[in-house]
Protein backbone atom coordinates (compact mmCIF):
# COMPACT_ATOMS: atom_id res chain seq x y z
CA UNK A 1 0.00 0.00 0.00
CA UNK A 2 2.92 2.58 0.86
CA UNK A 3 4.62 1.64 -2.50
CA UNK A 4 1.45 1.62 -4.55
CA UNK A 5 -0.88 4.98 -3.76
CA UNK A 6 -0.91 7.44 -6.11
CA UNK A 7 -2.08 9.62 -3.18
CA UNK A 8 1.11 9.52 -1.31
CA UNK A 9 3.40 9.80 -4.60
CA UNK A 10 0.57 13.21 -5.28
CA UNK A 11 1.41 14.31 -1.60
CA UNK A 12 5.32 13.99 -1.84
CA UNK A 13 5.52 15.87 -4.84
CA UNK A 14 3.59 18.43 -3.51
CA UNK A 15 6.35 18.68 -0.41
CA UNK A 16 8.63 18.60 -3.39
CA UNK A 17 7.00 21.59 -5.27
CA UNK A 18 6.70 23.79 -1.30
CA UNK A 19 10.59 22.91 -0.24
CA UNK A 20 11.22 25.96 -3.17
CA UNK A 21 9.14 28.65 -1.87
CA UNK A 22 12.28 29.40 0.71
CA UNK A 23 14.57 29.67 -2.15
CA UNK A 24 12.53 31.83 -3.95
CA UNK A 25 11.69 34.22 -0.73
CA UNK A 26 15.35 34.23 -0.30
CA UNK A 27 16.01 36.02 -3.52
CA UNK A 28 15.05 39.03 -1.97
CA UNK A 29 18.06 39.13 -0.32
CA UNK A 30 19.84 39.16 -3.31
CA UNK A 31 21.08 41.24 -5.80
CA UNK A 32 19.93 41.03 -9.31
CA UNK A 33 21.87 41.15 -12.53
CA UNK A 34 20.59 41.97 -16.38
CA UNK A 35 22.83 42.79 -19.39
CA UNK A 36 21.92 44.32 -21.92
CA UNK A 37 22.96 44.71 -26.03
CA UNK A 38 22.28 46.51 -29.21
CA UNK A 39 23.29 46.94 -32.35
CA UNK A 40 21.72 48.61 -35.58
CA UNK A 41 22.14 51.14 -38.59
CA UNK A 42 21.23 54.62 -39.32
CA UNK A 43 20.80 56.48 -42.44
CA UNK A 44 21.20 60.80 -42.51
CA UNK A 45 20.64 62.68 -45.08
CA UNK A 46 21.09 66.70 -45.10
CA UNK A 47 19.79 69.02 -48.52
CA UNK A 48 20.71 72.37 -48.18
CA UNK A 49 19.40 75.01 -50.92
CA UNK A 50 21.88 76.77 -53.15
CA UNK A 51 21.30 80.48 -54.21
CA UNK A 52 22.96 82.75 -57.51
CA UNK A 53 25.34 85.02 -56.25
CA UNK A 54 24.00 88.47 -55.55
CA UNK A 55 20.48 87.68 -56.46
CA UNK A 56 19.27 85.23 -53.85
CA UNK A 57 16.97 83.09 -56.07
CA UNK A 58 17.54 79.20 -55.36
CA UNK A 59 19.35 77.35 -58.14
CA UNK A 60 19.05 73.75 -56.44
CA UNK A 61 19.57 71.42 -54.00
CA UNK A 62 23.39 70.34 -52.71
CA UNK A 63 22.81 66.85 -50.61
CA UNK A 64 24.67 64.36 -48.61
CA UNK A 65 24.06 61.60 -46.76
CA UNK A 66 25.99 59.35 -44.05
CA UNK A 67 24.98 56.07 -42.70
CA UNK A 68 26.55 54.40 -39.81
CA UNK A 69 26.10 51.24 -37.29
CA UNK A 70 25.86 52.17 -33.28
CA UNK A 71 26.30 49.62 -31.12
CA UNK A 72 26.61 49.04 -27.51
CA UNK A 73 26.06 46.76 -24.26
CA UNK A 74 25.77 47.47 -20.44
CA UNK A 75 25.29 45.51 -17.49
CA UNK A 76 22.80 46.71 -14.94
CA UNK A 77 22.52 45.60 -11.00
CA UNK A 78 19.97 46.04 -8.29
CA UNK A 79 20.62 45.65 -4.70
CA UNK A 80 17.07 46.31 -2.20
CA UNK A 81 18.47 47.15 1.02
CA UNK A 82 14.58 47.43 2.35
CA UNK A 83 11.64 46.30 1.91
CA UNK A 84 9.54 46.72 4.72
CA UNK A 85 10.69 43.50 6.02
CA UNK A 86 8.66 41.36 3.15
CA UNK A 87 11.68 38.92 2.62
CA UNK A 88 12.19 38.21 6.07
CA UNK A 89 8.38 37.24 6.54
CA UNK A 90 8.09 35.83 3.37
CA UNK A 91 10.51 33.60 4.25
CA UNK A 92 9.39 32.66 7.40
CA UNK A 93 5.75 31.91 6.10
CA UNK A 94 7.42 29.45 3.57
CA UNK A 95 9.10 27.55 6.51
CA UNK A 96 5.83 27.34 7.98
CA UNK A 97 4.16 26.22 4.62
CA UNK A 98 6.87 23.57 4.19
CA UNK A 99 6.62 22.30 7.80
CA UNK A 100 3.03 22.11 7.48
CA UNK A 101 3.22 20.42 3.91
CA UNK A 102 5.11 17.50 6.01
CA UNK A 103 2.57 16.98 8.37
CA UNK A 104 0.34 17.03 6.11
CA UNK A 105 2.00 14.14 4.31
CA UNK A 106 2.56 12.32 7.60
CA UNK A 107 -1.29 12.46 8.38
CA UNK A 108 -1.86 11.16 4.79
CA UNK A 109 0.62 8.32 5.44
CA UNK A 110 -1.34 7.20 8.49
CA UNK A 111 -4.83 7.49 7.01
CA UNK A 112 -3.34 5.25 4.13
CA UNK A 113 -1.83 2.50 5.97
CA UNK A 114 -5.18 2.84 8.55
CA UNK A 115 -7.05 1.78 5.09
CA UNK A 116 -5.14 -1.17 4.40
CA UNK A 117 -5.01 -1.95 7.97
CA UNK A 118 -8.69 -2.28 7.44
CA UNK A 119 -8.85 -3.58 4.06
CA UNK A 120 -6.54 -6.53 5.17
CA UNK A 121 -8.76 -7.25 9.03
CA UNK A 122 -12.26 -6.71 6.82
CA UNK A 123 -10.93 -9.37 4.24
CA UNK A 124 -9.96 -12.11 7.62
CA UNK A 125 -13.31 -10.96 8.78
CA UNK A 126 -15.83 -11.29 5.75
CA UNK A 127 -14.01 -14.66 4.83
CA UNK A 128 -14.85 -15.78 8.64
CA UNK A 129 -18.04 -15.19 8.18
CA UNK A 130 -18.36 -16.98 4.95
CA UNK A 131 -17.15 -20.02 6.31
CA UNK A 132 -19.32 -19.88 9.20
CA UNK A 133 -22.21 -19.55 7.20
CA UNK A 134 -21.60 -22.03 4.68
CA UNK A 135 -20.94 -24.44 7.67
CA UNK A 136 -24.71 -22.76 9.36
CA UNK A 137 -26.00 -23.91 5.92
CA UNK A 138 -24.54 -27.53 5.94
CA UNK A 139 -26.19 -27.99 9.37
CA UNK A 140 -29.75 -26.70 8.44
CA UNK A 141 -29.33 -28.87 5.37
CA UNK A 142 -29.02 -31.87 7.50
CA UNK A 143 -31.64 -30.81 10.07
CA UNK A 144 -33.94 -30.81 6.98
CA UNK A 145 -32.88 -34.32 5.91
CA UNK A 146 -33.70 -35.42 9.91
CA UNK A 147 -37.07 -33.66 9.87
CA UNK A 148 -38.48 -34.80 6.70
CA UNK A 149 -37.41 -38.68 8.01
CA UNK A 150 -39.34 -38.20 11.19
CA UNK A 151 -42.08 -36.46 9.28
CA UNK A 152 -42.36 -39.57 7.21
CA UNK A 153 -42.35 -41.81 10.41
CA UNK A 154 -44.97 -39.42 11.86
CA UNK A 155 -42.68 -37.80 14.87
CA UNK A 156 -43.30 -34.11 13.52
CA UNK A 157 -45.80 -32.08 11.39
CA UNK A 158 -45.83 -30.32 8.67
CA UNK A 159 -44.50 -27.12 10.38
CA UNK A 160 -41.80 -28.14 12.24
CA UNK A 161 -40.70 -29.88 8.21
CA UNK A 162 -41.89 -25.83 6.71
CA UNK A 163 -40.07 -24.03 9.21
CA UNK A 164 -36.67 -26.35 8.74
CA UNK A 165 -37.22 -25.10 5.07
CA UNK A 166 -37.49 -21.16 6.37
CA UNK A 167 -34.60 -21.45 8.43
CA UNK A 168 -32.52 -23.22 5.70
CA UNK A 169 -33.68 -20.48 3.20
CA UNK A 170 -32.43 -17.67 5.57
CA UNK A 171 -29.13 -19.16 5.85
CA UNK A 172 -28.66 -19.32 2.31
CA UNK A 173 -29.88 -15.80 1.58
CA UNK A 174 -27.07 -15.19 4.70
CA UNK A 175 -24.67 -17.39 3.07
CA UNK A 176 -25.34 -15.11 -0.20
CA UNK A 177 -24.72 -11.78 2.01
CA UNK A 178 -22.02 -13.46 3.16
CA UNK A 179 -20.10 -13.71 -0.11
CA UNK A 180 -20.80 -10.33 -1.45
CA UNK A 181 -19.16 -8.95 1.43
CA UNK A 182 -16.31 -10.95 1.26
CA UNK A 183 -16.03 -9.62 -2.98
CA UNK A 184 -16.66 -6.13 -1.49
CA UNK A 185 -13.51 -6.50 0.63
CA UNK A 186 -11.62 -7.99 -1.99
CA UNK A 187 -11.96 -5.29 -4.02
CA UNK A 188 -11.22 -2.69 -1.21
CA UNK A 189 -8.13 -4.56 -0.73
CA UNK A 190 -6.77 -4.38 -4.06
CA UNK A 191 -8.09 -0.73 -4.47
CA UNK A 192 -5.79 -0.17 -0.72
CA UNK A 193 -3.14 -2.00 -1.45
CA UNK A 194 -2.56 -2.69 -4.80
CA UNK A 195 -2.48 -6.40 -5.25
CA UNK A 196 -4.77 -9.74 -4.56
CA UNK A 197 -5.20 -11.01 -0.88
CA UNK A 198 -3.85 -14.43 -0.78
CA UNK A 199 -3.23 -16.46 2.35
CA UNK A 200 -3.46 -13.64 4.94
CA UNK A 201 -2.31 -14.20 8.27
CA UNK A 202 -4.21 -13.09 11.41
CA UNK A 203 -3.25 -9.83 12.77
CA UNK A 204 -1.73 -9.67 16.54
CA UNK A 205 -3.96 -8.38 19.52
CA UNK A 206 -2.52 -4.24 19.69
CA UNK A 207 -4.17 -3.63 23.31
CA UNK A 208 -0.23 -3.61 24.45
CA UNK A 209 0.10 -0.93 22.29
CA UNK A 210 -3.05 1.60 23.26
CA UNK A 211 -2.92 4.08 26.02
CA UNK A 212 -3.64 3.47 29.48
CA UNK A 213 -6.96 5.90 29.25
CA UNK A 214 -8.69 8.07 27.48
CA UNK A 215 -6.87 11.26 28.75
CA UNK A 216 -4.12 10.34 27.49
CA UNK A 217 -5.10 9.53 24.27
CA UNK A 218 -6.66 12.94 23.82
CA UNK A 219 -3.59 14.29 24.65
CA UNK A 220 -1.32 12.10 22.97
CA UNK A 221 -3.85 13.02 19.64
CA UNK A 222 -3.45 16.95 20.64
CA UNK A 223 0.55 16.83 20.64
CA UNK A 224 1.33 14.52 18.13
CA UNK A 225 -1.48 14.08 15.44
CA UNK A 226 -0.22 15.78 12.27
CA UNK A 227 -3.29 16.97 11.38
CA UNK A 228 -2.97 19.27 14.15
CA UNK A 229 0.23 19.98 13.76
CA UNK A 230 -0.40 20.80 10.19
CA UNK A 231 -3.28 23.25 10.98
CA UNK A 232 -0.90 25.24 13.68
CA UNK A 233 1.75 25.65 10.92
CA UNK A 234 -1.12 26.73 8.84
CA UNK A 235 -2.15 29.42 11.34
CA UNK A 236 1.79 30.60 11.86
CA UNK A 237 1.95 30.90 7.60
CA UNK A 238 -1.62 33.09 7.31
CA UNK A 239 0.01 35.79 10.17
CA UNK A 240 3.02 35.90 8.24
CA UNK A 241 1.17 36.43 5.14
CA UNK A 242 -0.50 39.13 6.57
CA UNK A 243 2.68 40.83 7.22
CA UNK A 244 4.09 40.45 4.20
CA UNK A 245 1.29 42.22 2.55
CA UNK A 246 1.85 45.38 5.27
CA UNK A 247 4.85 45.48 3.93
CA UNK A 248 4.04 47.26 0.95
CA UNK A 249 2.86 50.26 3.05
CA UNK A 250 6.44 50.49 4.00
CA UNK A 251 8.74 52.76 2.04
CA UNK A 252 11.62 50.38 0.06
CA UNK A 253 15.07 51.52 -0.40
CA UNK A 254 17.17 50.42 -3.34
CA UNK A 255 20.90 50.67 -4.97
CA UNK A 256 20.96 50.24 -9.08
CA UNK A 257 24.65 50.16 -10.68
CA UNK A 258 24.92 50.19 -14.67
CA UNK A 259 27.88 50.22 -16.55
CA UNK A 260 27.75 50.92 -20.54
CA UNK A 261 29.91 50.92 -23.38
CA UNK A 262 29.25 51.90 -26.95
CA UNK A 263 30.52 52.43 -30.24
CA UNK A 264 29.07 55.17 -32.58
CA UNK A 265 30.71 54.33 -35.89
CA UNK A 266 30.61 57.87 -37.92
CA UNK A 267 33.08 59.06 -40.27
CA UNK A 268 35.59 59.42 -36.96
CA UNK A 269 34.96 56.40 -35.02
CA UNK A 270 34.24 57.07 -31.37
CA UNK A 271 33.74 54.90 -27.89
CA UNK A 272 31.55 56.17 -24.49
CA UNK A 273 31.76 54.82 -21.53
CA UNK A 274 30.07 55.35 -18.97
CA UNK A 275 28.56 54.14 -15.12
CA UNK A 276 26.07 55.32 -12.40
CA UNK A 277 24.93 54.52 -9.24
CA UNK A 278 22.15 55.46 -7.93
CA UNK A 279 20.05 55.03 -4.53
CA UNK A 280 16.18 54.84 -4.52
CA UNK A 281 13.39 55.68 -2.18
CA UNK A 282 10.13 54.70 -2.97
CA UNK A 283 7.32 55.88 -0.27
CA UNK A 284 3.53 54.73 -1.40
CA UNK A 285 1.35 57.56 -0.69
CA UNK A 286 -1.62 56.32 -1.78
CA UNK A 287 -2.82 52.67 -2.98
CA UNK A 288 -6.35 53.17 -3.42
CA UNK A 289 -7.14 51.32 -0.55
CA UNK A 290 -6.17 47.79 -2.24
CA UNK A 291 -3.35 47.08 0.39
CA UNK A 292 -5.66 47.70 3.13
CA UNK A 293 -8.47 45.45 2.07
CA UNK A 294 -6.22 42.78 1.19
CA UNK A 295 -5.23 42.87 5.09
CA UNK A 296 -7.98 42.89 6.34
Known sequence: SYVNTPELNAQRANVRALDELVPQALSGYRPRLSGTAEVGRTWQELQTPTRQPGTGFRTGRVGSSDAFSPRGFGLQIDQTLFNGFRTENSTRAAESQILGARETLRNTEQNVLLNAATAYMNVLRDTALLNLQRNNVEVLEEQLRQTRDRFKVGEVTRTDVAQSEARLALARSQLSAAEG??????????????????????????????????????????????????????????????????????????????????????????????????ARLSVPIYEGGQVYSRVR
Open 181 to 278: NLKASIATYRQRVGVEPRRLAPAQPIEHLLPKDIDVAVQNALSNHPAIIASLHGVDSQQLQVKVVESELYPTVSLQGTLTKRWELTSSDSESYGGTVL
